[in-house]
């Protein structure tokens, strides 16, 4: 029986599978799920929720749809009634006008059901479900999420839904165009412009971003 969560896996271009020692045709799950994200990233999103707490002790829930190839979001909301309603309807704003990528990943949430599979197929997307508690699978969102944490929501307080949007708006911009990503090898998702120094005298000049909690750096003119 083929190893469901291979630890050892190989490049599309291998001819075994490092974890199970078999041929392509019967590769292992994860190495078959990773060759799938190698050679469609460009056509392969991803959305998820994600809870965040109030001052007020009440929960939010913050949605988003991030793209495999540069690591851009594509759209974010939140709610207090994260409803398939209102997920179909972020799903509408998030890929308008022909936007639509070729896949789209998401987990086994309860409100991604039947209706929102259907909004999805709508736009000629095919949907990707995870398999059960196999949060691997969904790597790029998890990994949205632990930086959101990591760098903002473990260092506020979200007063409330207004403050939430706020927050993760001046941080999806951080995210975008000033925090650099080994997997773009240290590129920002929106490409920004490497600046060179033509001598020594030149000095740095840092710019806060984020409510001063991360920080842009520029060479002054």
Not at 48 to 64: H, K, S
């Amino acid at each position: 029986m083929a190893n469901s969560k291979c630890s050892a896996l190989t490049s599309p271009s291998e001819p075994y599978c490092a974890g199970c020692g078999k041929r392509p045709k019967i590769l292992c799950s994860a190495t078959r799920w990773a060759v799938f994200l190698h050679n469609h990233r460009e056509a392969i999103a991803a959305m998820d929720f994600f809870t965040v707490p109030t001052l007020t002790f009440g929960l939010l829930y913050c949605f988003f749809v991030i793209a495999h190839d540069r690591r851009r979001v594509l759209h974010f909301n939140a709610t207090q009634h994260p409803t398939s309603a209102w997920a179909s309807q972020q799903l509408r704003e998030a890929f308008p006008y022909d936007s639509a990528p070729r896949y789209l990943i998401f987990d086994r949430a309860s409100n991604f059901d039947a209706d929102v599979i259907d909004t999805i197929k709508s736009f000629g997307i095919q949907p990707k479900r995870t398999s059960f508690r196999s949060p691997w699978q969904n790597g790029i969102a998890e990994r949205f999420i632990g930086s959101c944490r990591r760098e903002l929501l473990d260092h506020v307080i979200v007063l409330n839904e207004r403050h939430l949007k706020r927050l993760m708006r001046d941080y999806v911009r951080y995210y975008h165009e000033d925090r650099t990503h080994l997997g773009l090898a240290k590129e920002t998702p929106g490409k920004r412009l490497i600046e060179k120094s033509t001598g020594t005298t030149r000095s740095v000049v840092s710019l806060p971003r984020v409510g001063g909690l991360h920080h842009c750096y520029h060479l002054a003119a």
